[in-house]
């Protein structure tokens, strides 16, 4: 398939981007036919002539391949799973290959077997090889075509489909489907739909018939991207998902069956890492009133479809979702717990952190399910919590109550009369909220009753989506602890439900307080979504730190936790986009189970330990590896998290391996979260605020594993950015236009002066405080005298408060300067050793600034500044997805644009056609371009929230990255 590829690219005069076809996943010609516009760049390909000559490749090849729109497909066949949804499932080295005519190739026979299917995806169905190829055989024209049949599992379920009636009021959607509700016993959870189950999008034409109905639409598929936001292929993860679920035992009934044999194969499902499920509430009654149809079947007890109408093109947009679960609308919150909550609370009495989230849209339903006065997910957990607790082996535990919220990027008490708290970090990388007030509870009615008090605290508003709207995310949290060490935590269940994510429409007509709600909320919840497409990405930097609630929840996804997320829709079609955008943020965190999986089995925690440890072999390399296994072997799974082996390379430190180690002994009275929380001691500890834990936490500095050349080629890169950040001016609180100095302009005294009176002081105070060197003092007496100093524990002590000092300074910089191009975060510095000092020098005459300049930046220019390449690529990647986001916002400002513009261009057209046209007929087409007028602010009102939203949070992370953090307080 590589040389057919090649072949095709060479006649277009492609072929020198062969290795960024394939690097990109790109290696089969129907991948190809799928590239957009928007791939061309991540494809490296930039020149007018190539993307030119690729464009044409990509129309003859889509004409060329076999799809039901070019009609090289029969129109027996449904065209949902035609062209290449699944192309990962080809086996490219063994599979028949159709070439495009173009090339002049003989199209090989149809049904070769072959690699074709792949053979596991028909074993764990339980279905033959053979029978998926008759069923083909069946459906497909005798021509080149039914390759990419053979390819696509689904095909199967097309057949299985067709036997059965589709149920009533869906059935030209249910037609194409795979699956049906009403068969779940003969539609087993399969791996094979596993496989198939990214997010498949169809179009269902209003304009075509069909065999059976007049107006049967015709569906069609719309071509999904082949990169993702980062210009990752999308379909590795699938391949990935589909290969690491593999071996999970398929379920052959529906959710709620009881059978004991069934039973351990729900667990095994139930056991991992992180589950996503779907609920569905049902219409209510305004929507009812308004006559508003239901337009997210469920497909089974896996899927849900949305039927998105597109008035523009006629056509229905279907979507298609696979997840752990779906739950319909008439399933209990007593049922989605057991396939929820339940197997959570067990995992916590094992000694493990486990957080249940409900994400959805306002008004979808996730108070209903989570928090719940009476019947929320949390009362049935707790009853379960009080049960174990009672057993023999449980005595010596008690359960307290915590319960608190996040309001406009602050935490509150809610059983403390909203007292405000901070989180932090403890040096097992465990998440403590400070100063957290929690009741030890008894029983059920005493959870409820502290509820009540803490609910009747909580942050809601009413809004044009839901009368009684959460305005905070709020965090339930029941924790495990010995009942004689309070300060102990054996396993902590958290229950949260998040704010709605909402449009402007949604508020309705509100004031500025609620939209400015809105805004931090649906800006917490993209830090989320980053986080976790960090973390999808295999980042060992995710972006936690973006939000307090991404903070928060840190611990849902690092290290030995469990996490379920439940994303709550609304089915009716004024909510479609809403519901559609909640689904696929589903979709983004399932994809995270392929790696969660990889690491995580169903055994307890310590045997999950050790699994992880021996399978994160592909996240350690050479010396590291070795080292950690030696550690192992040595300590058990005690891994210090600021180790570092013999070459100085830094072990892993981002939760994961380190977490895990540290957190799950062999001994089960060791407590896996032993530790005296802050929140039990004083407030000043205050003073070690967040950034300083930061340093804290990665408690080594990775500088010591860079060799001098990177040092010296960060300083450079720091250097010269330094010079262009002092030469800019840009306040960090009053943002506005950015003033370009010329390069080389510097700072006046006055304004030096200006900026050093509240920073200065304070750091001079210090200062004195701590015996640090004077600001006056030589750049490099400050080096030596500190990197003289071989006492590590002062070293440390002194960096840090260099750090916090340098990040004042800073500040100090940014509010009274405005810069495009400011210096990157400081990470971590380590005074300079002597040899690295010259080199330093060196650098520091060649780029950098005259000796008469303020003892500030002489001051700046002594620390060894870096910045962790892996950050800079997480920036980067952020930024990526920040044009993408906002590309897709201008596009659908486009179409705003073109539908308005086509009405009032009709309207033209009218009056030219029809001279005689009545004043009746002119006032009701005012009244109806006056309606699609509102309806075009309202949609554009609502994708310019969103695009600044997109754009707030890469601000967001810049300042994040110049080290502008809020809780640097002056
Ligand atoms: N599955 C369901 N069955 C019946 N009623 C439901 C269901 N889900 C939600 N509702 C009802 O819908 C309304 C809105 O639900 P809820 O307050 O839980 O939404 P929400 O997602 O938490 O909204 P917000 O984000 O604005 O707080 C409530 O009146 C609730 O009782």
């Given at each position: 398939?590589?040389?057919?590829?090649?072949e095709?690219?060479?006649k277009?005069?492609?072929?020198?981007?062969?290795t960024?076809?394939s690097?990109?996943?790109?290696?089969?010609?129907e991948?190809?036919?799928?590239?957009?516009?928007?791939?061309?760049n991540?494809?490296?390909?930039?020149?007018?002539?190539?993307?030119?000559?690729?464009?044409?490749?990509?129309?003859?090849?889509r004409q060329?391949?076999?799809?039901?729109?070019n009609?090289?497909?029969?129109?027996?066949?449904?065209?949902?799973y035609?062209?290449?949804?699944?192309?990962?499932?080809?086996?490219?080295?063994t599979?028949?290959?159709?070439?495009?005519?173009?090339?002049?190739?003989?199209?090989?026979s149809?049904l070769t077997?072959?690699?074709?299917?792949?053979?596991?995806?028909?074993?764990?169905n339980?279905?033959?090889?053979?029978?998926?190829l008759?069923?083909?055989?069946?459906?497909?024209?005798?021509?080149?075509?039914?390759i990419?049949?053979?390819?696509?599992?689904s095909t199967?379920?097309?057949?299985?489909?067709?036997?059965?009636?589709?149920?009533?009021?869906?059935?030209?959607?249910?037609?194409?489907?795979?699956?049906?509700?009403?068969?779940?016993?003969q539609?087993?959870?399969s791996?094979?739909?596993k496989?198939?189950?990214s997010?498949?999008?169809?179009?269902?034409?209003?304009?075509?018939?069909?065999d059976d109905e007049?107006?049967?639409?015709?569906?069609?598929?719309?071509?999904?991207?082949?990169?993702?936001?980062?210009?990752?292929?999308?379909q590795?993860?699938?391949?990935?998902n589909?290969n690491?679920?593999?071996?999970v035992t398929?379920?052959g009934?529906?959710?709620?069956?009881?059978?004991?044999?069934?039973?351990?194969?729900?667990?095994?499902?139930?056991?991992?890492?992180?589950?996503?499920?779907?609920?569905?509430?049902?219409?209510?009654?305004?929507e009812?009133e308004?006559?508003?149809?239901?337009?997210s079947?469920?497909?089974?007890?896996?899927?849900?479809?949305?039927?998105e109408p597109?008035?523009?093109?006629?056509?229905?947009?279907?979507?298609?979702?696979?997840?752990?679960?779906?739950?319909?609308?008439?399933?209990?919150?007593s049922?989605?717990?057991?396939?929820?909550?339940?197997?959570?609370?067990?995992?916590?009495?094992?000694?493990?952190?486990?957080?249940?989230?409900?994400?959805?849209?306002?008004?979808?339903?996730?108070?209903?399910?989570?928090?719940?006065?009476?019947?929320g997910?949390?009362?049935?957990?707790?009853?379960?919590?009080?049960?174990?607790?009672?057993?023999?082996?449980?005595?010596?535990?008690?359960?307290?109550?915590?319960?608190?919220e996040?309001?406009?990027?602050?935490?509150?008490?809610?059983?403390?009369a909203?007292?405000?708290?901070?989180?932090?970090?403890?040096?097992?990388?465990?998440?403590?909220?400070?100063?957290?007030k929690?009741?030890?509870?008894?029983?059920?009615?005493?959870?409820?009753?502290?509820?009540?008090?803490?609910?009747?605290?909580?942050?809601?508003?009413?809004?044009?989506?839901n009368?009684?709207?959460?305005?905070s995310?709020?965090?339930?949290?029941?924790l495990?602890?010995?009942?004689?060490?309070?300060k102990?935590?054996?396993?902590?269940?958290?229950?949260?439900?998040?704010?709605?994510?909402?449009?402007?429409?949604?508020?309705?007509?509100?004031?500025?307080?609620?939209?400015?709600?809105?805004?931090e909320?649906?800006?917490?919840?993209?830090?989320?979504?980053?986080?976790?497409?960090a973390?999808?990405?295999?980042?060992?930097?995710?972006?936690?730190?973006?939000?307090?609630?991404?903070?928060?929840?840190?611990d849902?996804?690092?290290?030995?936790?469990?996490?379920?997320?439940i994303?709550?829709i609304?089915?009716?079609?004024?909510n479609?986009?809403?519901?559609?955008?909640?689904?696929?943020?589903?979709?983004?965190?399932?994809?995270?189970?392929?790696?969660g999986?990889?690491?995580?089995?169903?055994?307890?925690?310590?045997?999950?330990?050790?699994?992880?440890?021996?399978?994160?072999?592909?996240?350690?390399?050479?010396h590291?590896?070795?080292?950690?296994?030696?550690?192992v072997?040595?300590?058990?799974?005690?891994?210090?998290?600021?180790?570092?082996?013999s070459d100085?390379l830094?072990?892993?430190?981002?939760?994961?391996?380190?977490?895990?180690?540290?957190?799950?002994?062999?001994?089960?009275?060791?407590?896996?979260?032993?530790?005296?929380?802050p929140?039990?001691a004083?407030?000043?500890?205050?003073?070690?605020?967040?950034?300083?834990?930061q340093?804290?936490?990665?408690?080594?500095?990775p500088?010591?594993?860079?060799?001098t050349?990177?040092l010296?080629?960060t300083?450079?890169?720091?250097?010269?950015?330094?010079?262009?950040?002092?030469?800019?001016?840009?306040?960090k609180?009053?943002?506005?236009?950015?003033?370009?100095?010329?390069?080389?302009?510097?700072?006046?005294?006055?304004?030096?002066?200006?900026l050093?009176?509240?920073?200065?002081?304070r750091?001079?105070?210090?200062?004195?405080?701590?015996?640090?060197?004077?600001?006056?003092?030589?750049?490099?007496?400050?080096?030596?005298?500190?990197?003289?100093?071989?006492?590590a524990?002062?070293?440390?002590?002194h960096s840090r408060?260099?750090?916090?000092?340098?990040?004042?300074?800073?500040?100090?910089?940014?509010?009274?300067?405005?810069?495009?191009?400011?210096?990157?975060?400081?990470?971590?510095?380590?005074?300079?050793?002597?040899?690295?000092?010259?080199g330093?020098?060196?650098?520091?005459?060649s780029?950098?600034?005259?000796?008469?300049?303020?003892?500030?930046?002489?001051?700046y220019?002594?620390?060894?500044?870096?910045?962790?390449?892996?950050?800079?690529?997480e920036?980067?990647?952020?930024?990526?997805?920040?044009?993408?986001?906002?590309?897709?916002?201008?596009?659908?400002?486009?179409?705003?644009?073109?539908?308005?513009?086509l009405?009032?261009?009709?309207?033209?057209?009218?009056?030219n056609?029809?001279?005689?046209d009545?004043?009746?007929?002119?006032?009701?087409?005012?009244e109806?371009?006056?309606?699609?007028f509102?309806?075009?602010?309202?949609?554009?009102?609502?994708?310019?929230?969103?695009?600044?939203?997109?754009?707030?949070?890469?601000?967001?992370?810049?300042?994040?990255?110049?080290?502008e953090?809020?809780d640097?307080?002056?």
């Open positions: 398939m590589a040389t057919l590829l090649l095709t690219l060479r277009s005069e492609l072929d020198q981007y062969l960024n076809f690097s990109n996943g790109i290696t089969q010609l991948s190809l036919a799928q590239l957009s516009m928007q791939d061309y991540s494809l490296g390909i930039v020149s007018i002539q190539d993307r030119k000559r690729l464009f044409k490749l990509v129309q003859s090849l060329e391949l076999p799809t039901k729109e009609g090289l497909v029969s129109s027996s066949t449904p065209s949902v035609h062209h290449q949804t699944y192309p990962s499932a080809i086996d490219i080295s599979s028949p290959v159709m070439a495009p005519s173009f090339l002049a190739m003989d199209s090989p149809p077997c072959g690699g074709g299917l792949s053979t596991n995806a028909s074993a764990s339980g279905v033959s090889e053979n029978s998926i008759s069923t083909n055989r069946q459906h497909v024209n005798g021509n080149a075509s039914s990419y049949q053979l390819s696509f599992p199967l379920h097309h057949s299985q489909q067709q036997q059965q009636p589709a149920p009533a009021g869906n059935s030209t959607i249910t037609r194409s489907r795979s699956r049906s509700r009403l068969l779940p016993d539609h087993p959870r791996e094979l739909m496989s198939a189950k997010t498949t999008d169809l179009f269902i034409s209003y304009n075509q018939s069909s007049e107006d049967t639409p015709e569906i069609r598929r719309s071509a999904n991207p082949l990169l993702n936001s980062y210009g990752v292929p999308v590795n993860s699938n391949v990935n589909s690491n679920t593999s071996n398929s379920l009934t529906g959710h709620f069956n009881n059978s004991s044999s069934n039973y351990s194969l729900c667990l095994s499902e139930l056991n991992q890492r992180i589950r996503v499920c779907v609920r569905k509430r049902p219409l209510n009654k305004k009812l308004r006559g508003e149809k239901d337009i079947p469920t497909v089974g007890i896996s899927s849900i479809n949305v039927n597109n008035r523009s093109d006629k056509y229905i947009e279907q979507h298609s979702f696979t997840f752990d679960d779906v739950f319909d609308i008439n399933d209990s919150n049922q989605i717990y057991q396939r929820t909550a339940q197997p959570l609370v067990n995992y916590v009495f094992n000694g493990g952190k486990a957080t249940c989230f409900a994400y959805g849209q306002t008004g979808s339903g996730k108070t209903y399910t989570m928090l719940d006065a009476q019947h997910l949390y009362v049935l957990a707790a009853r379960d919590v009080f049960s174990l607790l009672c057993q023999p082996e449980h005595q010596h535990l008690s359960a307290y109550i915590g319960f608190y996040i309001y406009q990027g602050q935490l509150y008490d809610l059983l403390a909203r007292k405000k708290l901070f989180a932090r970090e403890d040096g097992k990388q465990n998440v403590v909220i400070v100063g957290l929690e009741y030890v509870i008894k029983n059920v009615d005493d959870l409820m009753k502290v509820f009540e008090h803490g609910n009747q605290c909580r942050s809601t508003g009413s809004t044009g989506a009368s009684d709207s959460s305005r995310h709020a965090i339930l949290q029941i495990l602890k010995p009942t004689k060490n309070k102990s935590i054996i396993g902590k269940l958290s229950f949260v439900d998040l704010a709605g994510s909402e449009r402007g429409a949604d508020r309705g007509e509100t004031d500025v307080k609620t939209r400015m709600e809105g805004a909320i649906n800006k917490s919840l993209l830090a989320l979504k980053e986080c976790i497409r973390l999808d990405q295999d980042k060992r930097h995710t972006p936690f730190r973006q939000s307090k609630l991404t903070q928060v929840l840190k849902s996804f690092v290290g030995h936790s469990r996490t379920c997320m994303a709550t609304s089915p009716n079609q004024g479609s986009e809403h519901t559609l955008n909640t689904l696929r943020y589903a979709d983004r965190v399932k994809e995270l189970k392929g790696e999986d990889r690491r995580i089995s169903g055994e307890a925690p310590l045997a999950r330990a050790r699994v992880t440890n021996a399978q994160d072999d592909d996240y350690l390399n050479g590291a590896k070795k080292e950690l296994d030696n550690n072997m040595r300590n058990g799974l005690s891994i210090k998290s600021n180790q570092h082996n100085g830094d072990l892993p430190q981002d939760g994961e391996l380190l977490l895990n180690g540290e957190n799950f002994p062999t001994d089960r009275d060791v407590h896996i979260l032993d530790e005296v929380f929140h039990e004083s407030s000043h500890d205050r003073s070690n605020d967040d950034d300083d834990n340093d804290n936490h990665n408690g080594s500095f500088h010591s594993s860079l060799s050349a990177d010296l080629r300083r450079c890169f720091d250097n010269k950015d330094s010079d262009s950040f002092i030469s800019g001016t840009r306040s609180r009053q943002p506005g236009p950015y003033h370009h100095s010329p390069p080389g302009d510097t700072l006046s005294d006055t304004a030096i002066g200006e050093s009176q509240n920073s200065a002081l750091i001079k105070q210090q200062n004195q405080h701590t015996n640090e060197p004077s600001y006056q003092q030589d750049q490099f007496n400050l080096s030596v005298s500190s990197s003289a100093n071989n006492n524990a002062s070293t440390t002590s408060q260099l750090s916090g000092d340098y990040r004042r300074y800073m500040d100090s910089i940014y509010s009274k300067s405005d810069t495009t191009h400011a210096p990157p975060r400081l990470l971590h510095y380590q005074p300079l050793l002597p040899q690295q000092q010259q330093y020098a060196y650098q520091l005459q780029f950098h600034r005259p000796q008469q300049q303020p003892t500030f930046y002489s001051y220019d002594s620390l060894t500044v870096a910045v962790d390449p892996e950050m800079i690529e920036f980067i990647n952020f930024h990526r997805a920040e044009i993408r986001e906002t590309g897709e916002c201008s596009k659908r400002e486009t179409k705003l644009l073109t539908h308005i513009s009405i009032m261009a009709s309207h033209k057209d009218d009056d056609d029809d001279d005689d009545n004043s009746t007929q002119q006032q009701g087409f005012n109806k371009i006056t309606t699609e509102y309806g075009y602010l309202n949609h554009l009102d609502q994708v310019l929230e969103m695009k600044m939203a997109t754009i707030d949070a890469l601000r967001g992370q810049i300042r994040l990255m110049r080290g953090e809020d640097v307080s002056f």
